[in-house]
């Protein structure tokens, strides 16, 4: 059974930097797609980024583009969110997500191609 466990999240002042792990065990991530989606209560979860393993592939919503920047560690069997120049709406519980399945582009934001998920980590952006 693959389970994913993310960690990394806390309270940064606006414009500080975080970075999300997602760990998995029993399987490697190897040619997987990988994504990190968000969520705040009482609102349904959205995409925040992508990694296709198929030619290392990156995707971004609008809102984080620039500021953030996701990555596969290989040797960790990993995948990172780096988030930077944070802002007070990045507030969301994160989640990691990830697929066996080589993801078209048009999938890859889309929450039901994804078959495995983390618990989250709360990420808080505040003064």
């Known amino acids: 059974q693959v389970q994913l466990v993310e960690s990394g999240g806390g309270v940064v002042l606006p414009g500080g930097s975080l970075r999300l792990s997602c760990a998995a065990s029993?399987?490697?991530?190897?040619?997987?797609?990988l994504a990190w989606f968000r969520q705040v209560p009482g609102k349904d979860r959205e995409f925040v980024a992508a990694f296709r393993s198929s030619g290392a592939s990156t995707y971004y919503r609008d809102s984080v583009r620039g500021r953030f920047s996701i990555s596969k560690d290989n040797a960790k069997n990993t995948v990172n969110l780096q988030m930077n120049s944070l802002k007070p709406e990045d507030t969301a519980v994160y989640y990691c997500a990830a697929t066996p399945r080589r993801l078209i582009t048009s999938q890859v934001r889309d929450i039901n191609d994804y078959d495995l998920w983390g618990q989250g980590t709360q990420v808080t952006v505040s003064s």
């Open positions: 029993g399987r490697t991530f190897s040619t997987y797609t």
